[in-house]
């Protein structure tokens, strides 16, 4: 009789404290933005932009590389420094940092590197590119809750500030 007293008391005791995998919480956190490895790769040359988001600034010869972090780069005719004319964007997507030495443009293309020959910056060339350079996000710069990243899905390009359910990972 004590034993199915004591296995009816446990039983009533887990009925009181629900497994807290079945419990939901709603937290705000971060949740990874994602774009495809083959979108990210696409290097290319085009007309010029606004100024949104400015990073770094170099200067090389008449010319002076403006950072759009997240972008590219844009490339202003600075013969005038008075009245610098912007002549071109180059678009280099998940860009975040930039150097230039001689005639090359170094810069981080998601977790790649890529070499960009500036020698016409109307006419750029990618001479080099050196894959998995850098590592891959793994979790927001911000402290707090986030969901877990996932490689599969792609690279993070940002994070999204939002309702999360469940989130599994936090730093």
């Known amino acids: 009789m004590k034993k199915l007293l004591l296995l009816a008391a446990i039983i009533g005791i887990n009925a009181c404290n629900p497994d807290s995998s079945m419990t ?3 937290v705000k956190g971060y ?4 774009a495809s490895y083959e979108t990210l790769r ?3 040359s085009g007309s010029p932009q606004k100024l949104r988001k400015p990073g770094k600034i170099y200067t090389k010869d008449k010319y002076l590389y403006i950072n759009e972090i997240g ?3 844009h490339v202003f005719d600075n013969s005038d420094k008075t009245k610098p004319k912007a002549i071109a964007f180059i678009s280099i997507p998940a860009n975040q940092d930039i150097s230039i030495a001689d005639n090359i443009l170094y810069a981080d293309n998601a977790d790649d590197l890529v070499a960009i020959d500036i020698t016409n910056p109307l006419a750029i060339k990618v001479v080099k590119r050196i894959e998995k350079a850098f590592p ?4 927001p710069k911000q402290n707090g809750k986030f969901e877990c990243v996932d490689p599969s899905k792609g690279y993070v390009i940002d994070w999204q500030y939002t309702d999360l359910v469940n989130p599994k990972c936090s730093r």
């Open 42 to 44: 696409k290097v290319s």
């Open 24 to 26: 939901t919480e709603t």
């Open 31 to 34: 949740r990874p933005v994602y």
């Open 71 to 73: 972008q590219g780069i």
């Open 136 to 139: 891959y996000p793994s979790h």
